[in-house]
């Protein structure tokens, strides 16, 4: 029975993992924008933290942001 709870609990975390996948590009506003390169430059990758200075913002919203617009794979 803990198996059955626990495949129904991965089979969740999938489809909340595939919506959250089609919102590929995250709207950030340019004030948003600058305090949070302000705030990395501060305190490093500190998600949290900084999602804590923009009201509406996640932690993974911001991480996904940098992520995706300062990536450094070279």
């Given at each position: 029975?803990?198996?059955?709870?626990?495949?129904?609990?991965?089979?969740?975390?999938?489809?909340?993992?595939?919506?959250?996948?089609?919102?590929?590009?995250?709207?950030?506003?340019?004030?948003?924008?600058?305090?949070?390169?302000?705030?990395?430059?501060?305190?490093?990758?500190?998600?949290?933290?900084?999602a804590g200075r923009?009201?509406?913002?996640?932690?993974?919203?911001?991480?996904?942001?940098?992520?995706?617009?300062?990536?450094?794979?070279?």
């Amino acid at each position: 029975m803990a198996d059955s709870e626990h495949s129904s609990s991965n089979e969740t975390f999938t489809y909340t993992q595939e919506e959250t996948s089609e919102e590929t590009k995250l709207e950030f506003s340019e004030d948003e924008e600058t305090l949070i390169i302000r705030m990395f430059n501060l305190v490093g990758e500190r998600w949290a933290l900084i999602a804590g200075r923009i009201p509406g913002r996640t932690a993974e919203e911001i991480e996904k942001y940098w992520t995706t617009r300062f990536s450094t794979s070279e």
